[in-house]
């Protein structure tokens, strides 16, 4: 039972630095479509 659980934290973590990941790729693609428009 204490494996389970140790599998269900682990894979809560893995998937809240997925996201964390994810926002920050996000985050720099807008940057990178925002910057053109901005020097315009």
Do not use: F, T
């Not at 973590?13 to 428009?37: E, R, S, W």
């Amino acid at each position: 039972m204490a494996a389970v659980r140790k599998i269900r934290n682990w894979s809560k973590c893995y998937k809240d630095m997925y996201d964390n990941i994810l926002d920050q790729k996000i985050a720099h693609i807008i940057q990178c479509v925002d910057a053109p428009n901005e020097q315009g």
